[in-house]
């Protein structure tokens, strides 16, 4: 299944991911090769076959609803790239 | 030289080993081999002597906190601990240092486990190899031109090469059982829920689970002890009780069916691979074991329906890193300038090419033909599963790899070549059943050969006694120069 140049754009625009051109060229290559060998599930024979999202255990428990202490302030923004005392800073995104 | 963990804990319980000794013998052929393997990141030396120190006066006192206190133990890393630096392999995470433990390191650490450092893998563990890591690949102890097999490649390394008795690692379509395969030890896939995923980080979170590598059966059941069980903060983890997995273990095979699915055992697999695993079938068969043909006539579909479902889980779990709270960011004037940058410099090319084909699967258009058909084909996988345990099928036996360990670089520009590699376990990960990979020979070039079984969901104990009839009689070598 072929993969063009826009389509790798398109993607890696949603997936907030840079591409260089060479990238581009690369993954449309790879990622076509990889959704042909994909391809194959559509001869598989699947009305009437719910689908299966999550494998686990009998359903799900919920503990009691209790506050109790988490991460500090500190220890939150410690591992950061930017941050000031109370807040992440991030580029201005309103002018 | 560092023995089976079962012989490890039975010497700390004798009073024949102390804690400090064996951690400072761990350091030492640490420093002397893992040059030629690179199997660890980072040591974590100065409180794994701290821990051992404490672990010896407990051991003198006879209260040893558990049958694993004072025994040396590595992470892959992936796994969080509270002030060491983890960095899932990703350029992205250098320097990350968490402020808290992952629930089955705080569960080690209880039970008196001696961590001793962060181990090697596949950036977030995508790969089949350990050549995906942004800080080098890790070699293989048989061969040191070939890969230990991935994710898990660290884990399963330094298990191999006699470094430490012990080693955690996470599996989500055969990064456990695959390296431990490839690398000559016992690998087991807990069922999904046994253990808790919490502060593991996520690659696939309906598909991934922690589990141990020992170089014994019996090594891996002492890790699975201390680990299993529900946890509150990770709302998968199954409340069914742990059972005594020592006790389980020592139980005869005898009477157990053992299904041998066609397909396999089909296509792609080496003969000197098959042939290593059909003798060690025969031997569980004349220690009392029926095998018995069976079909998973899905299973030829998993690798595409997994492929499907890891990355699309993968590019929504991925998302996290965008440069703000943790990790590599890079400098931009727009924050969408910032978020695209920091993710291009970050991540490497599998894990890029793994995100596209996720967002891919996940986007307008294309989720009813990718993503919620490779989910209905999950379903077809499980239902294969369990109509073989329904007719009375105890363990599904088959190889772990269609091949022994390949070199480096050999299939590193394939991406769907290195996929493949998968075939044989990504059915259980699909299916959230258990596996394990025991060593079962070796072939011509004296590369090991693995032998896996899955169970049914939650019996973890018939698949350790499975493996331990196994591994019993099987040929014990140790690699050259390890």
Known sequence: MAIDRAQVRHVARLARLRLSAAEEELYAAQLGAVLGYLERLAAVDVSSVEPLSFAGDEGSSLREDVARSGLSREQALAAAPQHDAQAFVVPRIIE | MVSGLGEVAAGLSKGAL???????????????????????????????????????LRRAARQPLSAIDGVPIALKDNFCMEGVETTCGSRILQGYVPPYDATAVARLEAAGAVIVGKLNMDEFAMGSSTENSAFGPTRNPWDLSRTPGGSSG????????????????????????????????????????????????????????????????????????????????????????????????????????????????????????????????????????????ISLPNAPHAIAAYYLVATAEASSNLARYDGVRFGHRAQADSLLEMYQATRAEGFGAEVKRRIMLGTYALS?????AYYLRAQKVRTLIRRDFEQAFAAGVDAVVSPTCPTTAFRLGEKSGEPLAMYL????????????????????????????????????????????????AAERGREQRTPEGF
């Open chain 2, 154 to 293: 660290g884990s399963a390394a330094a298990v191999a090469a006699g470094l430490v008795p012990g080693a955690l690692g996470t599996d989500t379509g055969g990064s456990i059982r695959q390296p431990a395969s490839l690398c000559g030890c016992v690998g087991l896939k807990p069922t999904y829920g046994r253990v808790s995923r919490y502060g593991v980080i996520a690659f696939a979170s309906s598909l991934d689970q922690v589990g141990p590598l020992a170089p014994d059966v019996q090594g891996v059941a002492l890790l699975l002890q201390s680990i299993a069980g529900q946890d509150e903060r990770d709302q998968t983890s199954s409340a069914r009780p742990v059972p005594s997995y020592g006790e389980l273990l020592e139980k005869s095979v005898r009477g157990l069916t053992i299904g041998v699915p066609k397909e396999l055992f089909a296509e792609g697999l080496d003969g000197q691979v098959e042939r290593a695993v059909r003798a060690a079938m025969a031997r569980l068969e004349e220690d009392g074991c029926t095998l018995k043909p």
């Open chain 2, 364 to 368: 307008a258009g294309y989720y009813d």
């Open chain 2, 18 to 56: 102390q804690p400090s000794e064996l951690l400072e013998a761990c350091l030492t052929r640490i420093a002397a081999l893992d040059d030629k393997l690179h199997a660890f990141l980072r040591l974590t030396e100065r409180t794994a002597r701290a821990a051992a120190k404490a672990a010896d």
């Open chain 2, 421 to 468: 590699s998968d075939v044989y376990t990504v059915p259980a990960n699909l299916a959230g059943l258990p596996g394990i990979s025991v060593p079962c020979g070796f072939d011509q070039g004296g590369l090991p050969i693995g032998v896996q079984l899955v169970g049914r969901p939650f019996d973890e104990g018939t698949l350790l006694r499975l493996a331990r």
